[in-house]
């Protein structure tokens, strides 16, 4: 089936790179067509039940990939409008300015991106007030210069976290209020206002939001985008291949498998991809042919590699006295981001999980057998636990890859040792204050569910890499526009293009970018 429709823009994800981007581009009045391979997520009570959700992965992709041993694995990916940002935390941080230029970790460099963080930093405060992020700009000493203060004050911490945070600055160290986008409205206390959209509840961290409060690229770009008449949107879309002209310098169409199995084939002057950075890297790999035989914008045979996805800890303390928390996810704590007195690389951040409840507890409890697990019934543990998420920098590896085979199935191979060591030492360093933190000493537990049941390789939510962009086409698939070397109509806007991640949640610098694309884009429709 042929669309008769020519479109200036076609768009293909909604997630935080695409939605962004349908958003930035809608006012233009340029006919704009949005490809989502899922539909929109069922609004119902299992949105916000544990059990669902963490547990038997009701709302995961019911595929599976395969690692380097050919061994299947289900990932953590979610197709629904919205991408995967309907399930995301909603931490909404900047990479610092160091990020963006080249730095040596134990394990290796973190190299320099081809813009500077003053490049980006506009865009960075246009994210934070459109995705409505909550924080403060100037507590955390090692952040970047700022041209604007956060248009929301910081989600207030409730008593439990706000002993945590000044047991932190009593020992000198530096904590700050985590910059979280929701849709919160607080009274004088920091509880929720009778007409605020948030309620302040214990489901905002891996959790779909019922009440439309947390910023997902849905409610905050995509609902509105579709309100203007130039732009519609394709559910049950899933690409499968863009083809070129002869000269294999432009794609000509997006073809995509349709709900009934049918084929469908959309023609626009742009063609922008934001599956997820395995999904986009499969589909330029899935896209080869005669002219690009390694696939598109692969030229440079970096389509596919340097797979980023953070090393990451999920861990659970237990606090000696009762934590009543319901919204915990309201700090952060980066005084280790660059490196440590005892230690020369850097270690990465900590930050507050979403708070774990006995549902996530009695998933949990098979895996800490051999572990000095508390003798507490499970609700007791979960009314003591405290939740933290430790996150450390994942370095580019041209071994670590998305491939496909005969069969066009997905294959990730990852280097799971690659530069844990700061990870290990930021791990060491929270161990050693719990004492401190009215913590029990030898209660830190792994909080393997939200890491996707323990699995290195499963847990994908921090994804990208595999489409790189830079100033050399030998060593770079996209340019600082983030447009394909080797198209000239070819775009990429998810996380794909970072050459480096950093060790903070991507999801504001693939907004950010997005707009800034965007206005490229723009400007160039014009």
């Not at 910059?179 to 309620?199: F, M, R, W, Y």
């Not at 890297?281 to 005669?290: D, G, K, T, Y």
């Not at 990730?412 to 050693?432: C, T, V, Y």
Request: some cysteine; charged content about 25%; hydrophobic content about 35%.
């Amino acid at each position: 089936m042929a669309d008769d429709q020519h479109y200036d823009v076609i768009i293909i994800g909604t997630g935080a790179g695409g939605g962004t981007l349908a958003h930035r581009l809608a006012p233009t009045g340029k006919r704009i067509l949005i490809l989502e391979r899922g539909g929109y997520l069922p609004r119902e009570r299992d949105n916000w039940e544990s059990t669902a959700v963490f547990v038997k992965g009701k709302y995961r992709a019911p595929e599976f990939w395969y690692d380097k041993h050919g061994d299947r694995f289900p990932p953590e990916v979610n197709y629904y409008v919205g991408g995967n940002t309907k399930f995301y935390g909603a931490a909404l941080f900047r990479l610092r300015p160091e990020d963006f230029g080249e730095i040596r970790h134990h394990g290796g460099l973190s190299p320099a991106w081809p813009i500077r963080y003053e490049d980006l930093e506009p865009y960075y405060t246009q994210a934070e007030h459109l995705y409505l992020v909550h924080g403060h700009h100037g507590e955390d000493p090692g952040e970047g210069p700022v041209s604007a203060q956060y248009a929301y004050p910081p989600v207030q911490h409730e008593p439990r976290i706000q002993q945590l945070s000044d047991d932190l600055e009593k020992h000198g160290l530096h904590p700050f209020h985590l910059p979280i986008g929701v849709n919160l409205t607080q009274d004088a206390k920091g509880g929720a206002t009778h007409e605020s959209v948030c309620i302040r509840c214990n489901r905002v961290d891996g959790f779909p939001c019922l009440v439309r409060a947390k910023s997902d690229s849905q409610v905050i770009c995509v609902e509105p985008a579709l309100e203007h008449d130039n732009v519609s949107m394709v559910t049950g879309a899933n690409v499968r291949k863009l083809e070129t002209d002869d000269g294999g310098r432009t794609v000509t169409a997006v073809v995509a498998e349709l709900e009934d199995g049918s084929a469908a084939r959309f023609r626009g002057d742009v063609v922008v991809v934001a599956c997820g950075a395995v999904n986009s890297a499969a589909l330029l790999l899935r896209s080869a042919n005669e002219q690009h035989p390694r696939g598109l914008a692969n030229s440079s045979d970096t389509v596919g590699r340097n797979y980023m996805r953070h090393n990451n800890l999920a861990l659970m303390a237990v606090s000696e006295e009762p934590n009543d928390t319901q919204f915990q996810k309201t700090l952060a704590l980066n005084d280790w981001y660059l490196g440590a007195d005892d230690w020369e690389f850097p270690l990465g951040g900590i930050q507050m999980l979403g708070k774990s409840d006995s549902d996530q507890i009695k998933g949990e409890a098979p895996r800490w057998a051999g572990l000095a697990s508390p003798d507490m019934p499970f609700e007791v543990l979960a009314h003591h636990a405290v939740d933290f998420w430790l996150c450390g920098e994942d370095l580019p590896q041209p071994g670590n890859r998305v491939t496909l085979d005969d069969n066009g199935d997905i294959h990730l191979a990852l280097d799971e040792k690659n530069n844990i060591e700061g990870l290990k030492r930021l791990q060491h360093k929270l161990r050693g204050m719990l004492g401190k933190l009215g913590m029990h000493p030898h209660h830190l537990l792994p909080h393997s569910l939200y890491l996707h049941k323990g699995m290195p390789i499963g847990a994908t939510a921090h994804q990208a890499g595999t489409v790189r962009f830079g100033t050399d086409p030998r060593t770079s698939a996209l340019d600082v526009h983030c447009k394909a070397h080797d198209l000239d109509n070819l775009y990429v806007v998810d996380t794909s293009f970072f050459p480096s991640i950093g060790a903070v949640n991507p999801s504001l610098t693939a907004i950010a970018n997005a707009m800034r694309v965007g206005d490229h884009i723009a400007e160039r429709l014009r």
